[in-house]
Protein backbone atom coordinates (compact mmCIF):
# COMPACT_ATOMS: atom_id res chain seq x y z
CA UNK A 1 0.00 0.00 0.00
CA UNK A 2 1.03 3.32 -0.84
CA UNK A 3 1.56 6.53 1.21
CA UNK A 4 -0.73 8.22 -0.74
CA UNK A 5 -3.38 5.73 -0.42
CA UNK A 6 -2.49 5.22 3.43
CA UNK A 7 -3.24 8.99 4.14
CA UNK A 8 -6.21 8.71 2.16
CA UNK A 9 -7.72 5.36 4.41
CA UNK A 10 -6.62 7.08 7.38
CA UNK A 11 -8.57 10.37 6.79
CA UNK A 12 -11.66 8.24 5.49
CA UNK A 13 -12.17 6.99 9.23
CA UNK A 14 -15.24 8.19 11.39
CA UNK A 15 -12.97 9.44 14.28
CA UNK A 16 -11.55 12.03 11.88
CA UNK A 17 -15.09 13.19 10.97
CA UNK A 18 -15.60 13.67 14.43
CA UNK A 19 -11.84 15.33 15.75
CA UNK A 20 -11.49 17.66 12.88
CA UNK A 21 -14.87 19.99 13.49
CA UNK A 22 -14.61 19.81 17.40
CA UNK A 23 -12.69 23.04 18.01
CA UNK A 24 -15.15 24.78 16.00
CA UNK A 25 -17.65 23.35 17.30
CA UNK A 26 -16.59 23.92 20.68
CA UNK A 27 -15.94 27.76 19.37
CA UNK A 28 -19.40 28.08 18.17
CA UNK A 29 -20.85 26.96 21.39
CA UNK A 30 -18.65 29.31 23.63
CA UNK A 31 -19.72 32.36 21.45
CA UNK A 32 -23.27 31.48 21.81
CA UNK A 33 -22.80 31.48 25.62
CA UNK A 34 -21.38 34.55 25.90
CA UNK A 35 -23.71 36.13 23.40
CA UNK A 36 -26.50 35.35 25.74
CA UNK A 37 -25.06 35.54 28.71
CA UNK A 38 -24.31 39.06 28.27
CA UNK A 39 -27.69 39.71 26.82
CA UNK A 40 -29.02 38.27 29.77
CA UNK A 41 -26.96 40.89 32.29
CA UNK A 42 -27.55 43.51 30.25
CA UNK A 43 -31.66 43.10 30.23
CA UNK A 44 -30.82 42.31 34.31
CA UNK A 45 -29.21 45.78 34.37
CA UNK A 46 -32.33 47.86 32.71
CA UNK A 47 -34.78 46.05 35.05
CA UNK A 48 -32.57 46.79 38.12
CA UNK A 49 -32.58 50.56 37.12
CA UNK A 50 -36.11 50.72 36.92
CA UNK A 51 -36.99 48.97 39.72
CA UNK A 52 -34.65 51.23 41.62
CA UNK A 53 -36.08 53.93 40.55
CA UNK A 54 -39.82 53.25 41.21
CA UNK A 55 -38.00 52.27 44.51
CA UNK A 56 -36.41 55.56 45.32
CA UNK A 57 -39.40 57.81 44.23
CA UNK A 58 -41.52 56.13 46.32
CA UNK A 59 -39.16 55.75 49.42
CA UNK A 60 -38.08 59.43 49.30
CA UNK A 61 -41.33 60.96 48.69
CA UNK A 62 -42.65 58.14 51.54
CA UNK A 63 -41.53 61.03 53.60
CA UNK A 64 -40.01 58.32 56.02
CA UNK A 65 -36.36 57.71 57.34
CA UNK A 66 -37.05 53.93 58.11
CA UNK A 67 -37.88 53.35 53.88
CA UNK A 68 -34.69 55.78 53.26
CA UNK A 69 -32.22 54.18 55.56
CA UNK A 70 -33.82 50.50 54.23
CA UNK A 71 -32.86 51.88 50.68
CA UNK A 72 -29.17 52.56 51.59
CA UNK A 73 -28.46 49.25 53.18
CA UNK A 74 -29.75 47.45 50.80
CA UNK A 75 -27.51 49.42 48.32
CA UNK A 76 -24.95 49.12 50.63
CA UNK A 77 -25.51 45.11 50.86
CA UNK A 78 -25.65 44.87 46.73
CA UNK A 79 -21.79 46.56 46.96
CA UNK A 80 -20.60 44.40 49.22
CA UNK A 81 -21.81 41.01 47.87
CA UNK A 82 -20.50 42.67 44.59
CA UNK A 83 -17.07 43.12 45.98
CA UNK A 84 -16.74 39.80 47.96
CA UNK A 85 -18.26 37.45 44.70
CA UNK A 86 -15.57 39.32 42.25
CA UNK A 87 -18.31 40.33 40.03
CA UNK A 88 -16.95 44.21 40.82
CA UNK A 89 -13.85 43.72 39.35
CA UNK A 90 -15.37 41.70 36.13
CA UNK A 91 -17.20 43.72 35.06
CA UNK A 92 -14.65 46.53 34.51
CA UNK A 93 -16.09 48.65 37.07
CA UNK A 94 -13.11 49.12 38.80
CA UNK A 95 -11.19 50.32 35.73
CA UNK A 96 -14.03 52.78 35.04
CA UNK A 97 -13.10 56.24 34.64
CA UNK A 98 -14.04 58.58 37.37
CA UNK A 99 -16.52 60.57 35.05
CA UNK A 100 -20.02 61.76 36.52
CA UNK A 101 -22.75 63.20 33.81
CA UNK A 102 -25.49 64.88 35.35
CA UNK A 103 -28.19 66.78 33.53
CA UNK A 104 -29.78 68.66 36.41
CA UNK A 105 -29.60 72.03 37.74
CA UNK A 106 -30.10 70.66 41.36
CA UNK A 107 -29.12 67.26 42.32
CA UNK A 108 -29.03 65.51 45.83
CA UNK A 109 -28.41 61.62 47.12
CA UNK A 110 -31.85 61.34 45.32
CA UNK A 111 -30.09 58.84 42.40
CA UNK A 112 -26.27 56.20 42.81
CA UNK A 113 -26.39 54.31 39.99
CA UNK A 114 -28.35 56.30 36.86
CA UNK A 115 -26.46 59.59 37.36
CA UNK A 116 -23.60 58.26 35.30
CA UNK A 117 -19.68 57.11 36.07
CA UNK A 118 -18.41 53.75 37.77
CA UNK A 119 -19.59 53.25 41.61
CA UNK A 120 -16.44 54.19 43.27
CA UNK A 121 -17.48 57.91 42.17
CA UNK A 122 -21.33 57.96 42.43
CA UNK A 123 -20.54 56.81 46.23
CA UNK A 124 -17.96 59.53 46.16
CA UNK A 125 -20.60 62.24 45.77
CA UNK A 126 -22.73 61.14 48.14
CA UNK A 127 -23.47 63.75 51.17
CA UNK A 128 -26.13 63.12 53.85
CA UNK A 129 -26.24 67.25 54.22
CA UNK A 130 -27.47 67.55 50.15
CA UNK A 131 -31.23 67.78 49.26
CA UNK A 132 -33.01 64.58 47.84
CA UNK A 133 -34.48 66.43 45.56
CA UNK A 134 -34.08 67.13 41.57
CA UNK A 135 -34.66 70.23 39.93
CA UNK A 136 -34.27 70.38 35.85
CA UNK A 137 -33.38 73.59 34.12
CA UNK A 138 -35.84 74.53 30.84
CA UNK A 139 -35.37 77.48 28.26
CA UNK A 140 -38.72 78.52 26.87
CA UNK A 141 -39.02 77.91 23.27
CA UNK A 142 -41.27 79.74 20.90
CA UNK A 143 -44.76 78.54 21.13
CA UNK A 144 -44.57 77.43 24.28
CA UNK A 145 -46.93 78.34 27.17
CA UNK A 146 -47.25 77.94 30.91
CA UNK A 147 -49.57 75.29 30.51
CA UNK A 148 -47.67 73.57 27.78
CA UNK A 149 -44.54 73.71 29.87
CA UNK A 150 -46.36 72.42 32.92
CA UNK A 151 -47.96 69.60 31.35
CA UNK A 152 -45.01 68.12 29.42
CA UNK A 153 -42.91 68.33 33.12
CA UNK A 154 -45.74 66.72 34.96
CA UNK A 155 -46.15 69.51 37.39
CA UNK A 156 -48.66 72.42 38.15
CA UNK A 157 -48.52 75.36 36.78
CA UNK A 158 -48.29 76.93 40.40
CA UNK A 159 -45.17 74.65 41.03
CA UNK A 160 -43.32 76.27 37.87
CA UNK A 161 -44.46 79.75 39.03
CA UNK A 162 -43.51 79.05 42.54
CA UNK A 163 -40.37 77.89 41.49
CA UNK A 164 -39.67 81.06 39.19
CA UNK A 165 -41.55 83.95 41.00
CA UNK A 166 -38.56 85.96 39.98
CA UNK A 167 -39.28 86.04 36.79
CA UNK A 168 -43.39 84.80 35.58
CA UNK A 169 -46.12 87.02 37.51
CA UNK A 170 -48.45 85.33 39.87
CA UNK A 171 -51.00 87.14 38.44
CA UNK A 172 -50.99 85.80 34.46
CA UNK A 173 -49.55 82.78 32.52
CA UNK A 174 -46.92 84.37 30.26
CA UNK A 175 -43.63 83.20 29.51
CA UNK A 176 -41.27 84.61 26.88
CA UNK A 177 -38.65 82.63 24.55
CA UNK A 178 -35.35 82.57 25.77
CA UNK A 179 -36.50 82.44 29.59
CA UNK A 180 -34.77 79.99 31.48
CA UNK A 181 -37.01 78.37 34.35
CA UNK A 182 -36.17 75.44 36.94
CA UNK A 183 -38.99 72.39 37.07
CA UNK A 184 -38.94 70.90 40.35
CA UNK A 185 -39.76 67.04 39.35
CA UNK A 186 -42.59 66.97 41.33
CA UNK A 187 -45.65 69.50 42.73
CA UNK A 188 -44.53 71.31 45.61
CA UNK A 189 -42.63 74.91 46.84
CA UNK A 190 -39.17 75.22 46.25
CA UNK A 191 -39.23 78.54 48.82
CA UNK A 192 -36.46 80.71 49.38
CA UNK A 193 -35.38 81.31 52.98
CA UNK A 194 -35.41 84.68 54.54
CA UNK A 195 -33.60 85.94 57.23
CA UNK A 196 -35.30 84.96 60.15
CA UNK A 197 -37.24 82.05 59.11
CA UNK A 198 -36.89 78.64 60.52
CA UNK A 199 -38.76 75.30 59.81
CA UNK A 200 -42.07 75.76 61.80
CA UNK A 201 -41.75 79.14 59.70
CA UNK A 202 -41.60 77.73 56.54
CA UNK A 203 -43.88 74.86 57.24
CA UNK A 204 -46.68 77.49 57.98
CA UNK A 205 -46.32 79.80 55.21
CA UNK A 206 -45.92 76.60 53.13
CA UNK A 207 -48.91 74.18 54.04
CA UNK A 208 -45.89 71.59 54.58
CA UNK A 209 -44.83 69.69 57.22
CA UNK A 210 -41.74 69.87 59.34
CA UNK A 211 -40.65 66.60 59.09
CA UNK A 212 -40.98 66.78 55.16
CA UNK A 213 -38.96 69.87 55.09
CA UNK A 214 -36.14 68.05 57.16
CA UNK A 215 -36.17 64.75 55.43
CA UNK A 216 -36.20 65.86 51.98
CA UNK A 217 -33.41 68.98 52.67
CA UNK A 218 -31.34 66.78 54.74
CA UNK A 219 -31.51 69.82 57.11
CA UNK A 220 -28.56 68.83 59.63
CA UNK A 221 -29.98 67.90 63.74
CA UNK A 222 -30.42 68.94 66.32
CA UNK A 223 -31.07 72.88 64.84
CA UNK A 224 -32.13 72.29 61.82
CA UNK A 225 -30.39 75.67 60.63
CA UNK A 226 -31.52 77.54 57.38
CA UNK A 227 -29.21 80.18 55.61
CA UNK A 228 -30.85 83.48 54.37
CA UNK A 229 -31.29 82.66 50.48
CA UNK A 230 -31.21 79.11 50.86
CA UNK A 231 -33.75 76.78 48.69
CA UNK A 232 -35.93 74.21 50.45
CA UNK A 233 -38.42 72.30 48.63
CA UNK A 234 -41.83 71.23 50.29
CA UNK A 235 -43.60 68.27 48.25
CA UNK A 236 -47.08 68.68 47.92
CA UNK A 237 -46.68 72.16 49.58
CA UNK A 238 -48.48 75.66 48.26
CA UNK A 239 -47.64 79.24 49.53
CA UNK A 240 -51.00 80.69 49.25
CA UNK A 241 -51.98 82.40 52.72
CA UNK A 242 -54.58 84.51 53.79
CA UNK A 243 -53.41 88.09 54.05
CA UNK A 244 -54.92 90.55 56.67
CA UNK A 245 -57.03 93.01 55.84
CA UNK A 246 -58.92 95.75 57.96
CA UNK A 247 -62.63 96.46 57.29
CA UNK A 248 -62.81 99.66 55.79
CA UNK A 249 -59.50 99.91 54.29
CA UNK A 250 -60.79 99.83 50.53
CA UNK A 251 -59.12 102.02 48.34
CA UNK A 252 -59.84 105.39 46.02
CA UNK A 253 -60.03 105.04 42.29
CA UNK A 254 -58.34 108.17 40.18
CA UNK A 255 -61.31 110.42 40.49
CA UNK A 256 -60.73 110.03 44.39
CA UNK A 257 -63.67 107.54 45.11
CA UNK A 258 -63.76 105.39 47.37
CA UNK A 259 -64.06 101.89 46.46
CA UNK A 260 -63.93 98.25 48.81
CA UNK A 261 -60.78 96.64 47.31
CA UNK A 262 -58.36 93.83 48.22
CA UNK A 263 -56.55 91.38 46.43
CA UNK A 264 -57.61 88.57 49.18
CA UNK A 265 -55.00 85.83 49.01
CA UNK A 266 -51.98 85.81 47.44
CA UNK A 267 -48.96 83.69 47.79
CA UNK A 268 -46.80 84.59 50.53
CA UNK A 269 -43.86 86.34 48.78
CA UNK A 270 -45.79 87.76 45.84
CA UNK A 271 -44.45 90.89 46.18
CA UNK A 272 -41.04 92.01 47.54
CA UNK A 273 -39.94 95.21 49.42
CA UNK A 274 -38.83 97.57 46.92
CA UNK A 275 -36.14 99.04 48.90
CA UNK A 276 -34.15 95.66 49.48
CA UNK A 277 -30.80 97.09 48.23
CA UNK A 278 -28.29 97.57 50.66
CA UNK A 279 -27.74 101.52 49.33
CA UNK A 280 -31.12 101.89 50.67
CA UNK A 281 -30.56 100.37 53.93
CA UNK A 282 -32.58 101.77 56.91
CA UNK A 283 -34.81 104.02 54.85
CA UNK A 284 -37.60 105.68 56.93
CA UNK A 285 -41.41 105.46 56.99
CA UNK A 286 -43.11 108.86 56.42
CA UNK A 287 -46.62 108.49 55.89
CA UNK A 288 -49.20 105.32 54.99
CA UNK A 289 -52.18 104.95 53.27
CA UNK A 290 -54.95 107.27 53.95
CA UNK A 291 -57.89 108.64 52.13
CA UNK A 292 -56.47 111.29 50.40
CA UNK A 293 -53.25 109.77 50.18
CA UNK A 294 -53.25 106.51 48.15
CA UNK A 295 -50.35 104.73 49.04
CA UNK A 296 -46.74 105.01 51.18
CA UNK A 297 -43.75 107.07 51.50
CA UNK A 298 -40.87 105.82 51.95
CA UNK A 299 -37.70 107.78 52.47
CA UNK A 300 -34.01 107.74 52.01
CA UNK A 301 -30.55 109.78 51.45
CA UNK A 302 -30.04 110.29 47.50
CA UNK A 303 -28.55 107.27 45.73
CA UNK A 304 -30.89 104.68 46.66
CA UNK A 305 -31.73 102.47 43.89
CA UNK A 306 -36.07 101.42 44.09
CA UNK A 307 -35.98 97.70 42.78
CA UNK A 308 -39.23 96.15 41.13
CA UNK A 309 -42.00 94.68 43.90
CA UNK A 310 -42.81 92.08 41.67
CA UNK A 311 -41.86 90.69 37.72
CA UNK A 312 -44.53 92.80 34.68
CA UNK A 313 -44.06 94.68 31.85
CA UNK A 314 -43.27 98.67 32.11
CA UNK A 315 -46.58 100.19 30.69
CA UNK A 316 -45.77 103.78 31.53
CA UNK A 317 -41.71 105.51 32.18
CA UNK A 318 -41.33 109.03 32.39
CA UNK A 319 -43.10 112.09 33.49
CA UNK A 320 -46.58 113.75 32.78
CA UNK A 321 -49.97 112.60 32.36
CA UNK A 322 -51.42 109.20 33.28
CA UNK A 323 -54.46 107.69 34.36
CA UNK A 324 -53.57 108.47 37.73
CA UNK A 325 -50.74 111.05 37.83
CA UNK A 326 -50.11 114.61 36.49
CA UNK A 327 -46.97 116.85 36.83
CA UNK A 328 -47.18 116.42 40.79
CA UNK A 329 -45.84 112.72 40.57
CA UNK A 330 -42.32 113.94 38.71
CA UNK A 331 -40.53 111.27 36.81
CA UNK A 332 -42.18 107.49 37.96
CA UNK A 333 -42.52 104.30 36.41
CA UNK A 334 -45.56 101.95 36.31
CA UNK A 335 -45.07 98.34 35.99
CA UNK A 336 -48.60 95.90 34.90
CA UNK A 337 -48.05 92.33 36.29
CA UNK A 338 -51.27 90.83 35.26
CA UNK A 339 -54.32 90.17 35.80
CA UNK A 340 -55.29 94.17 36.90
CA UNK A 341 -52.80 94.80 38.98
CA UNK A 342 -50.08 97.59 39.04
CA UNK A 343 -47.44 99.16 40.81
CA UNK A 344 -46.57 102.63 40.61
CA UNK A 345 -42.97 104.49 41.61
CA UNK A 346 -43.45 107.88 41.98
CA UNK A 347 -40.36 111.48 42.11
CA UNK A 348 -37.49 109.35 40.71
CA UNK A 349 -34.43 111.11 40.28
CA UNK A 350 -33.30 108.66 37.02
CA UNK A 351 -34.80 105.86 35.62
CA UNK A 352 -33.36 102.41 34.57
CA UNK A 353 -36.36 100.84 32.47
CA UNK A 354 -38.23 102.29 29.24
CA UNK A 355 -42.14 101.34 28.21
CA UNK A 356 -42.28 98.06 26.77
CA UNK A 357 -39.43 96.32 29.33
CA UNK A 358 -40.36 93.22 31.29
CA UNK A 359 -38.61 93.32 34.90
CA UNK A 360 -37.86 90.86 37.03
CA UNK A 361 -38.78 90.75 40.85
CA UNK A 362 -36.20 92.90 42.45
CA UNK A 363 -34.42 94.40 39.18
CA UNK A 364 -33.25 98.30 39.67
CA UNK A 365 -35.77 100.40 37.84
CA UNK A 366 -35.02 103.91 39.40
CA UNK A 367 -33.40 106.00 41.78
CA UNK A 368 -34.54 107.63 44.64
CA UNK A 369 -35.62 111.12 43.97
CA UNK A 370 -37.33 114.17 44.60
CA UNK A 371 -39.13 115.42 41.32
CA UNK A 372 -42.59 116.48 41.16
CA UNK A 373 -44.87 117.65 44.14
CA UNK A 374 -41.96 116.11 46.88
CA UNK A 375 -41.18 117.24 50.54
CA UNK A 376 -37.55 115.51 50.39
CA UNK A 377 -35.96 112.66 48.43
CA UNK A 378 -38.41 109.23 49.17
CA UNK A 379 -40.78 107.04 47.30
CA UNK A 380 -44.39 107.37 46.83
CA UNK A 381 -45.59 103.40 46.18
CA UNK A 382 -48.56 102.85 45.08
CA UNK A 383 -50.38 99.45 44.43
CA UNK A 384 -53.01 99.74 42.33
CA UNK A 385 -56.15 96.92 41.27
CA UNK A 386 -58.09 97.28 38.36
CA UNK A 387 -57.14 101.20 38.43
CA UNK A 388 -58.26 101.19 42.36
CA UNK A 389 -55.46 102.20 45.05
CA UNK A 390 -55.24 100.12 47.58
CA UNK A 391 -53.47 99.57 51.04
CA UNK A 392 -50.08 98.09 50.28
CA UNK A 393 -49.19 97.19 53.77
CA UNK A 394 -50.86 94.01 53.99
CA UNK A 395 -49.08 92.58 50.54
CA UNK A 396 -45.90 94.22 50.54
CA UNK A 397 -43.38 93.70 53.28
CA UNK A 398 -41.61 97.16 53.41
CA UNK A 399 -40.65 98.35 57.01
CA UNK A 400 -42.99 99.89 58.94
CA UNK A 401 -42.85 101.85 61.73
Known amino acids: MSLTQYTAKILSLPVIDFVFPLPMYVYMRLRQVVIFTSAALELLLVLFSEVK ?204 VYINAALGELPAGTFDDPLTSPLCSNYVWYRGFVGWHDGVDLGHSPGCPIRAAAAGKVVFAGSGLSARCDERCGNYIVIDHGGGVRTQYLHAEALFVKVGDYVQKGQDIMYMGCTGYCFGTHLHFTLLLNGVGIDPAPYVPYVRP
Open 53 to 256: QQLVRRMFWGRGSLYKGSFHIVIIAFTVVLLVTGIYTRFGVAEAKESLAVNYGIVGNYDLLEQGGSLNTVLAIQDVNQANYRVSKYTVQSGDSLDSIAAQSHVSKDTVKWANDRILSPFNDNVQPGWELLIPEIDGVLYTVRAGQDVDAISEITGGTAFDIIELNNLVPPAYGLAEGQKVFIPGGHITVAQTYQPGSGGYNASG
